[in-house]
């Protein structure tokens, strides 16, 4: 299927590794140009290379910076010759007990994961409509539809940005001009988070990385993780041309571990 999005530019935030850099890939593969973002400088130039070696007719373009800053989202919009495809990402903030958490871990956590994706989108959805064609994607996480305990800065911050694109998705004056707004909630993925999360356990349990993972991956109906590859992909298919119908959505990607009907 071409998905219509070829020659399109797109802003792809923690995009060095893990679910960022498979949407990146995905993209590319579609022709679309990207900038993509990751505050390790080493890590985002080895992984431009690698996009720009999957399709050489597109420009990848990397800067480093913190993108939960005023200054790294400055310096990731102007590296954009316009924002036709934006995706949302950030690292998730660290588990723990609600017990220990001050006002300042509340605070980072909010601008990590829900005031610096509204500001990215205040940006440029206007400028999306006006061309008439704007897909915003935000990676979230499945703890927004069923919360985990020790994730608690997660589901506040996360859950909040969600409670706030609910509205603005539906919004006519983007709505209307094809400027599209979903999320997508990721479940247990083999990426680098999930393996930090199990060494962390490993550590407290005395149980190796591996076994926690393998007793991880027997929970899930799927008894796998999800791919990055795999996760990309569903991102493209919201990007492009023939979703322009599917809005203000929160797509749960988790293998079916989530045991609601709705």
């Not at 597109?58 to 010759?81: F, H, K, N, S, Y």
């Not at 509205?167 to 479940?187: C, D, E, K, Y």
């Not at 203000?248 to 609601?260: E, F, R, S, T």
């Amino acid at each position: 299927m071409d998905l219509g999005i070829s020659g399109k530019w797109a802003l792809v935030c923690a995009a060095s590794k893990g679910l960022g850099k498979g949407c990146a890939a995905a993209l590319v593969r579609e022709g679309v140009n990207v900038v993509i973002t990751a505050r390790g400088d080493a890590t985002l130039q080895a992984t431009a290379a690698e996009l720009r070696a999957l399709n050489p007719a597109v420009q990848v373009l990397a800067v480093a910076g913190d993108i939960t800053t005023p200054e790294g989202r400055a310096a990731a919009l102007a590296a954009c010759p316009q924002v036709d495809i934006l995706i949302n990402n950030a690292g998730g903030p660290p588990p723990g007990d609600f017990r220990t958490w001050d006002r300042a871990a509340w605070i980072a956590a909010l601008d990590a994961n829900m005031l610096t994706p509204i500001e990215l989108i205040k940006a440029t959805v206007d400028t999306m409509a006006e061309r008439g064609f704007g897909r915003v994607i935000n990676i979230t996480s499945a703890a927004v539809k069923a919360p985990i305990d020790i994730l608690g800065l997660s589901n506040g911050a996360r859950s909040g940005l969600t409670g706030f694109v609910a509205g603005v998705a539906r919004q006519s004056q983007l709505a209307s001009h094809n400027v599209t707004i979903n999320a997508l909630l990721p479940g247990p993925f083999d990426t680098d988070r999930l393996r930090g999360t199990m060494a962390g356990a490993a550590q407290k349990s005395g149980q190796t990385v591996e076994a926690l993972l393998d007793a991880r991956r027997k929970l899930n109906p799927t008894q796998r993780f999800g791919t990055a590859d795999e996760f990309g992909a569903a991102c493209a298919f919201l990007c492009s041309a023939h979703a322009g119908y599917i809005t203000g959505q929160n797509i749960l990607m988790d293998g079916g571990a989530y045991p609601g009907t709705f």
